[in-house]
Nanobody
Framework: QVQLVESGGGLVQPGGSLRLSCVTS????????IAWFRQAPGKEREGVSC????????YYADSVKGRFTISRDSAKNTVYLQMNYLKPEDTAVYYC????????????????WGQGTQVTVSS
């Protein structure tokens, strides 16, 4: 049974940092593409970053390039999203998701999703 469980969200001031974790089970985290998405109230779900299964290539939305870093610890079946220099516009529920057959920043290829973790950036 495939499961993804996010954690690490919270309230942080602008300019601060958070590290989100996505613990996976039911598959090995380096066998599938894994991505982070976010959804703010009243907005569509947005792809933030993904990491590919083959060579661990990483991709980022323009809005987070240079501030967010995705990484994978295969021994722990965990994917991380390090978020630095956070802005109020980063406020959203963050989800991790996995795809067997595709990758990228569109929600379309992703088959399984976690329940989400809230990130609020506010002073």
């Amino acid at each position: 049974q495939v499961q993804l469980v996010e954690s690490g969200g919270g309230l942080v001031q602008p300019g601060g940092s958070l590290r989100l974790s996505c613990v996976t089970s039911g598959f090995t985290s380096d066998s599938n593409a894994i991505a982070w998405f976010r959804q703010a109230p009243g907005k569509e779900r947005e792809g933030v970053s993904c990491i590919t299964p083959s060579d661990g290539s990483t991709y980022y939305a323009d809005s987070v390039k240079g501030r967010f870093t995705i990484s994978r610890d295969s021994a722990k079946n965990t994917v991380y999203l390090q978020m630095n220099y956070l802005k109020p516009e980063d406020t959203a529920v963050y989800y991790c998701a996995t795809s067997v057959a595709g990758f990228g920043l569109s929600p379309f290829p992703y088959d399984y999703w976690g329940q989400g973790t809230q990130v609020t950036v506010s002073s």
